[in-house]
């Protein structure tokens, strides 16, 4: 296994970045995380995740589709896309891991969603193990191994060392344009580091709450529950947990006229929404308790159904640590599961 010192790491995103793009966790002023590009002075985050996903690489909040130019009746449709660079996404945790390859299964699809391929083609992920989770996580429920994450690259970061194991081609070719900063080291170190952490998943408070109910077979049963009345009760309707999640992947296109041409525009959008999914005869969820059982009936029931078995979820804990009446998929989890 290979490893780099810890002193060493400021280089090695130097290293590293005069061949492409580096963005990694770094602290804001007030202490939490987000993706930042590597310049000298940049320092690596120790927080366990960032406040946003790192979905916003490949789906981010706002992107131009095309722009339209006019002249009376003649329109001319262009193509705004432009061939994207190639890019290092360093330490990303396993949950985030996990959920690209969700929304892999939404935009790569057919049809293929092809700004979101482009991005996806020129990314390469620096996943790193988790050894302190908190109690909020509970990837452990599906079947994620925060001790073992995936993407290109996978890293373990000890008191003194990052050990790495190349998963791809790109892992390999990364570390082999880095080899001058690693050394050859005994990976003893990490497994006794992963089963450490694999004790302390175990004995999370979330990581072993039951799914069996959520099957299709029970979708309509689900459905009516009078529980959701009383869930949705506190929901705000804010779409803060639709913002933070990782695998959210609902959108809304529209277009702005610049007095010179019109530009489309995707844009994040939640079901929590009053308007979301708006048509001109009126909207097919009136209430907040359709939208509240819609985004979890999504997670738990539809996405799953249609996607052997694969949740809508990866226990990043976002949603229970931002929601700000305390209202998470972890409570409908636990109400509905009693049924």
């Given at each position: ?249 609902c959108f809304d296109i529209k277009d702005f006229d ?37 985004r979890f009936m999504h997670k738990l029931v539809y ?37």
């Amino acid at each position: 296994m290979l490893s780099l010192l810890k002193s060493k790491l400021n280089e090695f995103f130097e290293l590293v970045a005069k061949e492409t793009l580096v963005y990694l966790p770094v602290d804001n002023s007030s202490g939490q995380a987000s993706y930042q590009k590597w310049k000298e002075g940049v320092v690596y985050s120790s927080a366990l995740n960032t406040v946003r996903s790192a979905k916003d690489f490949f789906f981010p909040q706002m992107e131009n589709l095309m722009d339209f130019k006019m002249q009376g009746k003649s329109v001319e449709v262009v193509d705004t896309r432009v061939e994207k660079e190639d890019f290092v996404i360093f330490g990303v945790r396993a949950c985030d891991v996990a959920s690209f390859s969700i929304l892999d299964k939404v935009f790569l699809a057919d049809p293929v969603d092809t700004y979101y391929q482009n991005r996806r083609d020129h990314a390469v992920i620096i996943s790193m193990a988790c050894s302190k989770p908190e109690s909020t996580c509970f990837c452990p429920l599906y079947g994620i191994d925060a001790t073992k994450p995936e993407g290109d690259l996978s890293a373990w970061e000890t008191e003194d060392r990052i050990f790495f194991k190349a998963n791809t081609q790109k892992g390999e070719v990364l570390l082999n344009n880095a080899s001058r900063l690693l050394e050859e080291s005994e990976g003893q170190i990490v497994e006794v580091q992963r089963e450490t952490t694999k004790k302390i998943l175990e004995e999370l408070p979330f990581a072993h709450l039951d799914l069996s109910k959520f099957k299709g077979e029970n979708l309509m049963e689900l459905f009516n529950s009078p529980k959701w009345a009383e869930l949705s009760q506190s929901c705000l309707g804010c779409g803060t947990c639709t913002f933070v999640c990782p695998t959210c992947q609902c959108f809304d296109i529209k277009d702005f006229d610049t007095g010179h041409g019109v530009k489309r525009f995707r844009c994040w959008d939640s079901c929590m929404y009053s308007e979301f999914t708006k048509m001109a005869a009126a909207n097919p969820r009136l209430t907040q308790l359709e939208r509240f059982r819609q985004r979890f009936m999504h997670k738990l029931v539809y996405f799953p159904d249609n996607n052997e078995g694969t949740y809508g979820c990866v226990g990043c804990g976002r949603c229970l640590i931002k929601c700000p009446v305390s209202m998470n998929i972890v409570k409908v989890i636990k109400q509905l599961g009693e049924e």
